[in-house]
């Protein structure tokens, strides 16, 4: 399969705790986003890169929360003291680079889904 | 603000019923719309996506969608439902190279065997 990869698929924490959460994307994609899904809502973009360049951020996107991808290819994003509300699916996705056209659609991934307790 | 917004949160159909979900989006300019489709326990897959043309587009399933520009809207529609179209869809829009997408709510289609 060469979709995009999300792991873990589930995350269980305890308030206060950080997590780290991977996205491989499709090969030779060089755009990768994140997104927050809460039960009932349809995805909330939070970030995305441009290869290595992080080209937007979301206000969503609190001080806990940051989003690296060091080489162009894999993406990390961790939350830092995690919060009860931080409870929701994180979605990856992945797109060619822009050049015009279909080419930015957006291919997402299974999601990790994260319960605070 | 960019929102869309998708009227149905549930809609319930027989076999072979025909389907119209409602999109309307807000934004000022050009737009990438896009029809998404997740079946339970599956993750989000796109179901069709217009870009420019013709503002009749057709998707994988039997699935079309037409945007209307001066309505700001992107129906999705689709002649007679399986049990197996069974699915929460989600309707959304992006900007022309700004990278983020804006999503609905979604509409939870049940279709009854």
């Known amino acids: 399969d060469t979709g995009v990869s999300q792991d873990p698929r589930h995350k269980i924490t305890k308030r206060g705790q950080n997590v780290t959460f991977r996205c491989d994307p499709i090969?030779?994609?060089?755009?990768l986003y994140w997104y927050r899904q809460t039960l009932g809502q349809g995805p909330e973009f939070l970030t995305y890169?441009?290869?290595?360049?992080?080209?937007?951020k979301s206000r969503l996107l609190s001080d806990r929360f940051s989003a690296e991808r060091p080489k162009g290819s894999f993406s990390t994003l961790e939350i830092q003291r995690t919060e009860q509300g931080d409870s929701a699916m994180y979605l990856c996705?992945?797109?060619?680079?822009?050049?015009?056209?279909?080419?930015?659609?957006?291919?997402f991934g299974p999601g990790t889904r994260l319960l605070v307790l | 603000a960019q929102s869309v917004s998708q009227h149905n949160h549930h809609v319930i159909l027989s076999e072979a019923a025909s389907l119209e979900l409602g999109c309307n989006y807000s934004y000022g300019g050009t737009v990438n719309l896009f029809w998404y489709v997740q079946y339970p326990g599956q993750h989000l897959q796109l179901l069709l996506k217009y870009f420019s043309g013709d503002p009749l587009v057709k998707g994988i399933k039997g699935f079309e969608a037409e945007f209307i520009k001066s309505k700001f809207s992107f129906n999705l529609r689709k002649p007679s439902v399986q049990w197996s179209d069974t699915a929460e869809y989600f309707c959304a829009f992006g900007a022309p190279n700004a990278g983020k997408s804006t999503f609905g709510d979604g509409t939870t289609l049940t279709v009854k065997p």
């Open positions: 090969s030779e994609h060089n755009r």
């Open positions: 996705a992945s797109s060619p680079s822009w050049t015009g056209g279909s080419e930015e659609t957006q291919y």
């Open positions: 890169f441009q290869n290595e360049a992080q080209l937007e």
